[in-house]
């Protein structure tokens, strides 16, 4: 026992670096180098130089320790620290069962005050084996060749006396185990079974579809069944290979469509490179020229992923022998690897509806995966994050499966320039208007700067509804010091202003500089490299400065071989300084070794200007900003002067260059009253380059019109939306939707004006001129708002004048919405479980009657999502089971597939967990245990808490002890029961201190 004093259990450590939350599985020990991260801390009162050691299941004395450094509780930083677990304590030998439970925990020694402190159990599952076994196809990524094809019963055609009987059957398949997740896939609806046992020999696994499954999914002569399997810690069993049954139980009256660019059922995205998808509607008895064909694209991703369908509706009007339907190549492009259903609708003018049977399409291509995020503010510094930078914004660019639910998680992970961590994790939940957008992270100020001088993993996760589980790729960062560039480029003297180095001018060597920099400090090691095109074209040499060198140039002579060597060529000149530990990198200058040749300058450009040549006032309310581009390569002590001459007279603007401003972007801005003044006007504008050697450049000149255009447009005006940008297609009138362009400053009679509806249908009216009206106003016909029913829509409108290109409004954004969805439903009166409860940290599988209650939402749009706002004190399964967990309350929250959210709170008591103490005599095991005003159990207690698992309850005990465990009970003189918690057995054992025997201690605490 450590000497030292211990006081209260520390909070638990947490998995850090696993690809999914659940637990440690098969793709987070791919590669055996990589180590699985345990966060430790925030704990209360973490101090500089605690020795933290961490503990791993059965491993005799710690795996892994730190000492903490000052940045770790630094404010900002997070107070917290990984450790590594080596991959050779988590990957079992080849004659050990690779799915186990361990137990991780942490203990903390500050020498100062004379603390041990020892943390809670981390219960862990580790799962190594994927179901169905690995698969090694590398042509077929998304499916598993190793799982056995599905059967469906009955047999042959599927008809409606069929609806109550259909199942899906599945064979015994490699490393099935119970609470396995297997989800088959209908026809792209995914119905969802948890394997409670497992099947004998031979039997199957038999999942029955449901009859409205069934209806929705429809007929077709080629009706798709597969499945795939998730274990618990979401190994990934990838899809079956596809069993085909005919079905006609779906009232469908119609063929199905045509495709004539996916023979055998596949389209091939390389093949069509890029060109719209050709479907085709074929003729058929009945169909009239005012039926209104509407044309459904179901699209699931190669992870099975739904996503929204496309839906496009026309007339079928004098087609002859088919209707053609174009769909957008976009709309295959995140199904690659994936399926694609396709069928129609026909609506006669009577207002019946026939349905057609539908197309499976397997989508053949390169599958889309997560972006990285993005970090602008990186970006724009040449890839180095400024650690003073204020507002923050990390981005995750919109994914291809992207849907409303879904919880995306951005992880900042960051290291100080000591070592220390500085973490920020955010969630957020997507609701229908994120969903194609990117979707922004403000990262606190706080979080930036602690990085200085360190580095940066940014990556972000995403949890689907259905639980699947997708990292990103990490983005790695740079972060600077004291405003955080890298350091300047080295010069060298007789470089041209364009960046040439003319060996004629070398005499005996060139002499390199590397300028003052931020930091310059005795023993700072400064590295030239001279990289040129071969090893023998490349040279190298350091210095180490001292006093006497602070604030002055450091000079570095290359000899005039390392030039010549490179001639016609390219050269590379860079250093790189280091301080201790630290190595720091300058920006890298590229000469050109040849003669030197004067490059003319590039043209200024006015920012706000149009591409028509003409500049309007307008526009340049805060100025009109001349740009002269890079490819200047204006250097340092080099002056400009940019003119602006017009018949009222010229301006011009003197700017000396900074060393900050070699080699960028130069902005000069005029103000906007020179602008109004030449209204109406021709303006030159032009710019002269003195150079830092007396050479002299003047650049072409940039003629502009001043001239009067359209001010800014206001939005139009949709009618029938509300305040909440949702329009009711209930209320639609049988024409349409009026929309309404109000006059606009600047207008012309002459102006023609197109409105655009851009939804899941799109829409261009007829072009119209403005005239003399009040308002001018557009019709879009209400079959097209049909098409976009549960869609989002915006609406604009273009300005054309004289044949110039369009000016757009802005958007007026808004919902069409098909029409109200049923309220979802469930009990939300107040739940008391107050039943005595035993348990320990895994979920019992027989809780006691009054402990767990079960409440199931109905209404709304299924299926439903069932969740505790504490889970520490009450837990909830997928089928609405709660049980206490311990003691206090907490709400129950339902929400359903369309968003809707119903609640109820939850009130526990009597709940009482078993606690792990100590391995000792009994008279010293009661010290801590009430200590910690916790009781010791009695034989009943234990014989409760394995009923309520139904026998093991899954305990962790001291490594290398005997599993036995004190109990309260007498078990004659001297001496006290103990119980082995995993059978049941008991034995009698002496309980005094000084020579008694030993157990585990537990106390039940509540």
């Not at 402190?117 to 599952?125: A, D, F, G, W, Y």
């Not at 179901?298 to 739904?306: C, I, S």
């Not at 949702?726 to 049988?734: C, Q, T, Y």
Request: charged content about 20%.
């Amino acid at each position: 026992m450590d000497s030292l004093k211990q006081t209260t259990l520390l909070a638990k450590p947490k998995l850090h670096s696993t690809n999914d939350p659940s637990g440690i599985g098969h793709l987070d020990t791919l590669d055996p180098s990589v180590p699985v991260l345990i966060r430790i801390g925030p704990y209360i009162g973490m101090m500089d130089s605690d020795y933290i050691e961490l503990f791993w299941g059965d491993q005799e004395g710690s795996i892994a320790n730190y000492t903490v450094k000052p940045g770790d509780t630094a404010e900002g930083t997070g107070s917290f620290v990984t450790l590594p677990v080596d991959q050779r304590y988590i990957v079992p030998p080849a004659d050990i069962n690779p799915h186990y439970r361990v137990d991780t925990w942490y203990t903390v020694k500050r020498l100062v005050g004379g603390t041990f402190n020892k943390s809670e159990r981390l219960p862990i599952t580790v799962k190594l084996t994927v179901p169905g076994g690995i698969d090694n196809t590398p042509d077929t990524p998304y499916i598993n060749e190793n799982l056995s094809l599905c059967t469906i019963t009955p047999e042959g055609t599927i008809g409606n006396g069929d609806l109550d009987q259909v199942t899906v059957n599945i064979a015994a398949y490699q490393n099935m185990e119970i609470n396995d997740a297997i989800t088959v896939f209908w026809h792209g609806t995914p119905v969802r079974h948890s394997l409670d046992e497992l099947p004998a020999a031979d039997q199957l696994i038999s999942v029955s579809i449901p009859r409205e499954t069934i209806i929705g999914a429809g007929d077709s002569d080629t009706l798709v069944g597969m499945y795939e399997v998730r274990d618990t810690v979401n190994n990934w069993s990838r899809f079956s290979l596809p069993t085909y049954v005919e079905v006609e139980a779906g009232n469908s009256t119609l063929p199905a469509p045509v495709a004539p660019q996916a023979a055998n059922m596949e389209l091939d995205l390389a093949s069509l490179a890029g060109a719209d998808v050709q479907a085709l509607v074929l003729s058929y008895p009945g169909i009239n020229a005012t039926d209104e064909i509407t044309f459904t694209v179901e699209r699931n991703t190669a992870e099975g992923l739904g996503l929204d369908p496309y839906v496009a509706m026309k007339p079928v009007g004098t087609s002859i022998g088919f209707v053609q339907f174009l769909i957008p190549n976009e709309q295959f492009e995140p199904i690659a690897q994936g399926r694609a259903r396709l069928k129609y609708k026909v609506r006669k003018v009577s207002g019946e509806e026939q349905r057609s049977k539908s197309l499976p399409l397997t989508i053949v291509g390169e599958a889309q995966v997560l972006a990285p995020p993005k970090l602008p503010a990186a970006e724009e510094n040449n890839g180095v994050l400024d650690p003073t930078a204020h507002n923050v914004i990390a981005q995750v660019p919109a994914y291809y499966f992207m849907a409303d639910g879904n919880d995306v998680t951005l992880v900042w992970m960051g290291k100080t320039a000591s070592g220390a961590n500085v973490i920020h994790e955010e969630v957020k939940n997507l609701n229908s208007d994120d969903v194609g957008q990117t979707v922004a992270f403000l990262i606190p100020d706080d979080k930036v700067s602690a990085l200085a001088g360190g580095t940066l993993e940014l990556y972000y996760t995403v949890t689907t509804f259905a639980r699947a589980f997708f990292k990103s790729p990490s983005l790695q960062v740079q972060v600077g010091t004291d405003g955080g560039a890298l350091l300047p480029s080295p010069s060298v003297d007789g470089a041209s202003a364009d960046g040439v180095l003319d060996p004629a001018d070398i005499v005996l060597e060139a002499v390199v500089r590397v300028r003052p920099y931020a930091g310059m400090a005795p023993l700072d090691k400064v590295t030239l490299h001279w990289d040129g095109s071969t090893p023998d074209a490349s040279y190298s040499t350091s210095t180490t400065l001292n006093s006497g060198m602070l604030g002055k140039d450091v000079i570095f002579r290359v000899k005039k071989h390392y030039v010549d060597a490179n001639l016609d060529g390219s050269v590379a000149v860079r250093y790189e300084v280091v301080r201790g530990n630290r190595t720091l990198a300058s920006e890298t200058l590229l000469l050109k070794i040849g003669a030197t040749v004067i490059t003319p300058l590039p043209d200024p450009t006015v920012k706000e200007a149009k591409e028509d040549g003409t500049l309007d006032p307008v526009d340049t309310f805060n100025g009109a900003t001349v740009v002269i581009d890079a490819s200047a390569n204006l250097k340092e002590g080099d002056f400009v002067t940019v003119s602006w001459q017009s018949p009222g007279g010229r301006y011009a603007k003197d700017k000396a260059i900074s060393a900050s401003q070699a080699g960028q972007e130069l902005l000069v801005i005029f103000s906007g009253t020179i602008v109004a003044n030449d209204l109406g006007n021709k303006v030159q504008i032009y710019y002269v380059v003195t150079r830092v050697d007396g050479t002299i450049e003047q650049s072409n000149v940039l003629d502009l019109l001043i001239d009067t255009a359209l001010s800014h447009l206001p939005k139009p005006a949709v009618a029938g939306v509300d305040v909440n940008n949702i329009m009711n297609l209930e209320n639609v009138p049988g024409y349409g939707v009026l929309i309404t362009v109000p006059r606009y400053t600047g207008i012309d009679e002459k102006d023609s004006i197109v409105v655009k509806w851009d939804g899941p249908q799109n829409h261009v009216t007829p072009a119209k001129e403005a005239g003399t009206a009040a308002n001018i106003e557009f019709v879009v016909p209400k079959s097209v708002v049909i098409g976009s029913a549960d869609g989002a829509v915006q609406v604009t409108y273009e300005v054309t004048r004289n044949n110039a290109l369009p000016l757009v409004s802005p958007a007026t954004a808004f919902k069409v919405v098909a029409g109200a969805k049923p309220p979802l439903i469930i009990d939300t009166s107040k739940l008391v479980l107050s039943a005595r409860h035993l348990r320990a940290a895994a979920t019992p599988k027989f809780p006691p009657a009054g402990a767990f209650a079960q409440r199931v939402a109905s209404g709304g749009v299924a299926p439903y999502r069932y969740e505790s706002s504490a889970p520490t004190i009450a837990e909830v399964d997928a089928t609405g089971r709660v049980i206490s967990v311990s003691n206090g309350a907490a709400a129950i929250i339902v929400t359903d597939s369309a968003g809707q959210r119903v609640s109820y709170n939850v009130k526990t008591s009597n709940v009482l967990t078993f606690v792990y103490f100590i391995f000792h005599t009994y008279t010293e095991a009661m010290k801590p245990v009430n200590s910690a005003g916790a009781h010791m159990p009695s034989l009943a207690d234990w014989n409760t808490l394995r009923a309520n698992y139904g026998g093991d309850p899954g305990l962790s005990y001291e490594a290398g002890r005997d599993s036995r465990a004190w109990a309260a009970d007498v078990a004659g003189l001297g001496k006290r029961w103990a119980i082995f918690p995993r059978d049941g057995r008991t034995l009698a054992l002496k309980d005094v201190g000084f020579g008694g025997e030993a157990a585990h201690a537990f106390g039940m605490k509540g």
